[in-house]
C-alpha cells in the first residue's frame, strides 16, 4: 500500500507567533518546525507500512525553508519526498492551496493520504475534505486508530464522547489525531540515511497549475484583523481572617463558577 504524507512546515506552537502587516503567519521570524500532528501522520504510516509493505512519501507545500522539515520526516523512516516549492504560491488560501496538494497527488501513486486533523498555524482542520473533492478518495477524518482489511480500511474516528468506527475502500484520505501512536524519535542512522533519499522539488508548471488559481490575489479567505491576547493577569488571593469560607465562595459566585 502507497502512502503519502501532507507534512506542512508551522511556527513552533510553543513561542509567541507574530503576524506580518498584511496579517499573515510571520514565517520568516519565528522558529519553524514540523507540524506536531504531522509527526503522527507519519508515524501511522510508517507503522501501516511495517505491517503491509509499500512505500511512504512525503509531500509538502512551502517555500526553501520547508526542507529541513522534509529531511527530518525522510530520518523518521519516509522513503522519499515530494517539495512543491513555487514563490507564487506564497499567500494561497486553503482552497488555492488544496488545489496544488491535488494536483501534485495527480503525479504520485497512492492509496492512502494521511495528514494531521488540523495544523497548528490556521487550525482550519479542512484539508481531509478539499482534497477529497478534488480527488474523488473517501474522507475519514479525526482517526484514533487506522486498520488495513482486505476490504479496505477500518477507521477509528475519535468523537468528544469516545469513537465511532469507519469503514472505507481505497483510496481514501485519511487525518490523524495525536491519540492515534506516538511518534519515533529519528536516529542518527535514520538522519544519515535521509541525505541520500529522493527528494523532488516541483514548481506550478511542473503539476500543470495555473498561476492565476493561487496566492494572495486568488484566495477566497483574509484575516481583516487580528488582537493581541491580552496579557494574564495575577490571581485575587483570599486570605483567611475568619470569613475565608466565605470570601472565597462570595468570589467563585462573583465569577459565576458557583
Not at 40 to 57: N, R, S
Not at 161 to 177: D, E, F, R
Not at 181 to 207: C, F, H, Q, V
Not at 223 to 230: D, G, H, I, L, Q
Request: negative net charge; hydrophobic residues 40%.
Amino acid at each position: 500500500m502507497n502512502i503519502v504524507v501532507l507534512v506542512k512546515q508551522v511556527p513552533d506552537s510553543g513561542l509567541e507567533r507574530q503576524l506580518t502587516e498584511d496579517l499573515t503567519v510571520d514565517r520568516d521570524g519565528s522558529n519553524n518546525v514540523i507540524g506536531e500532528l504531522d509527526e503522527h501522520a507519519i508515524e501511522a504510516a510508517l507503522q501501516l507500512q511495517a505491517d503491509h509493505g509499500g512505500e511512504v512519501t512525503i509531500l509538502t507545500v512551502g517555500p526553501d525553508s520547508a526542507t529541513e522539515t522534509i529531511r527530518k520526516s525522510l530520518a523518521m523512516g519516509a522513503d522519499k519526498a515530494v517539495h512543491v516549492e513555487d514563490e507564487r504560491i506564497a499567500g494561497s488560501c486553503a482552497m488555492s492551496t488544496s488545489k496544488v496538494l491535488a494536483a501534485a497527488l495527480k503525479k504520485l501513486e497512492w492509496d492512502l493520504v494521511i495528514s494531521g486533523a488540523e495544523s497548528t498555524d490556521s487550525g482550519m482542520g479542512v484539508m481531509p475534505y478539499l482534497l477529497a473533492a478534488h480527488t474523488g478518495a473517501a474522507a475519514a477524518t479525526g482517526a484514533r486508530k487506522i486498520d488495513k482489511t482486505d476490504e479496505g480500511l477500518t477507521i477509528e474516528h475519535q468523537t468528544d464522547n469516545g469513537y465511532q468506527v469507519l469503514k472505507t475502500s481505497t483510496p481514501a484520505i485519511v487525518s490523524v489525531w495525536d491519540t492515534i501512536n506516538t511518534p519515533r524519535y529519528p536516529s542518527l542512522k535514520g538522519i544519515m540515511a535521509a541525505k541520500r533519499k529522493p527528494l523532488e522539488s516541483w514548481d506550478l508548471d511542473d503539476i500543470e497549475v495555473d498561476a492565476s488559481e493561487v496566492g494572495t490575489d486568488a484566495a477566497t479567505t483574509a484575516v481583516v484583523s487580528a488582537t493581541k491576547r491580552p496579557p494574564r493577569e495575577a490571581g485575587k488571593v483570599v486570605t483567611d481572617e475568619g470569613e475565608g469560607g466565605k470570601d472565597l465562595a462570595d468570589f467563585l459566585a462573583s465569577e459565576k463558577f458557583i
